[in-house]
């Protein structure tokens, strides 16, 4: 049996950054615009720091709580049986989040690639290869997500890079936008976006030493909501924001309209679309892990691996449930809103419990030591 506290700081952080960054970003720029014109950068931070307060109450509850789960800490705070409606709510949640990553992923496949591929053949794919790959530790899940987080970043920044040849300063004024009426939903749409780092949850009782376990979650958050605000900004002062509206996914296009130097490729969404492909993998392996590992917590099952497949066929079904691609980005905005009562809401609703009722777990003895050492 391997090692229950395998998980350095900076698997931390890869993990985080590798499931943030995912099948948002080819929509990002278009909440955003549509929320403020061209304030997107600014609504965008705000989402950012509505998505960090998230985070940070997640991290302060498993430093607290750094030998258990969300699951499992959340009975010793209010009891078993008040416990298990949020905890049957927080695995409901990510089952429908990973069936709409699921959905979102096959549509855009479909329009942009393979054109005459069935949208179920290539959800079923991704999902199959997700629901493998959860067969594996806690440990290997954190190898998968390091392995990953480069090939993420780079290509990503780099074409980000090279866009802003194209771009015009006065795209982004003014800088606070003239939509204000509709912010607020924005920044709410935005902040869903952070909601995968609720896998910091499993992550924490894994770590060697959770203490830094909040060092973790900001550098985690700065990195990744710094590459959404710079995707942002470059895709609205590229298009500006009223030509952003009349597209579906503006990263896309943004990606297409950047060619390397000396004209070495003149498109890149090809090479774009291989790398958002793994940031869809690696998004979607998180969610679909946090799900079974939530429920094997739930049952007090030592192991995981026996939900892999049992969830597939109920993921899936979920993902075909939306009719078109209008339809699923309403459902994708609206849940992801109402989720952030699941992910922000209730774990803060936790700590001040935990706070008021003196609870905490257990501290990890490995900690001092390695601290001393």
Not at 160 to 177: E, H, M, R, Y
Request: hydrophobic share 55%; net charge positive.
């Amino acid at each position: 049996m391997e090692n229950p506290r395998q998980i350095t700081m900076i698997q931390a952080v890869a993990i985080l950054i590798s499931t943030i960054i995912g099948v948002g970003v080819l929509a990002l720029p278009l909440f955003a615009v549509r929320a403020a014109n061209s304030g997107a950068p600014l609504v965008t931070l705000l989402g950012i720091l509505l998505g960090f307060v998230g985070l940070m109450i997640v991290t302060l509850l498993g430093m607290r709580f750094p030998n258990k789960t969300i699951i499992q800490y959340s009975e010793d705070i209010l009891g078993r049986w008040l416990a298990l409606l949020g905890n049957i709510l927080i695995i409901a949640f990510f089952a429908v989040l990973t069936s709409l990553t699921a959905r979102e992923f096959g549509e855009v496949v479909v329009t942009s690639v393979l054109k005459t591929t069935p949208v179920e053949v290539t959800v079923i794919v991704m999902l199959l290869l997700a629901a493998i790959t959860t067969r594996n530790g806690i440990t290997t899940f954190a190898y998968i997500h390091v392995f990953y987080m480069p090939i993420l970043l780079v290509p990503v920044l780099l074409i980000v890079a090279l866009s802003f040849k194209n771009s015009d300063v006065i795209n982004l004024q003014p800088i606070w936008g003239n939509a204000t009426g509709n912010m607020l939903p924005g920044i709410l749409t935005i902040a869903a976006l952070f909601q995968g780092s609720f896998i910091l949850t499993v992550v924490i009782p894994a770590m060697r030493q959770p203490n830094k376990a909040m060092k973790a979650s900001m550098l985690g958050m700065l990195i990744a909501g710094g590459l959404y605000i710079t995707i942002v900004a470059a895709t609205v002062s590229v298009f500006g924001s009223e030509e952003i509206k009349e597209l579906l996914w503006p990263t896309l296009e943004l990606a297409k309209a950047t060619s390397l130097p000396a004209n070495i490729l003149e498109r890149l969404d090809a090479a774009f679309l291989a790398v958002w492909v793994t940031a869809v993998f690696t998004t979607l392996f998180s969610s679909y892990f946090l799900t079974i590992h939530s429920m094997s917590k739930l049952f007090r099952l030592r192991d995981h691996r026996m939900f892999s497949f049992f969830l597939l066929a109920f993921v899936f079904i979920m993902a075909m449930l939306p009719q078109n691609i209008i339809q699923m980005y309403t459902i994708i905005q609206n849940f992801g809103r109402i989720g952030l009562g699941i992910t922000i809401v209730y774990p803060g609703l936790l700590l001040v419990i935990a706070i008021l009722r003196k609870k905490r777990g257990e501290p990890v003895r490995n900690q001092v030591k390695e601290n001393a050492q």
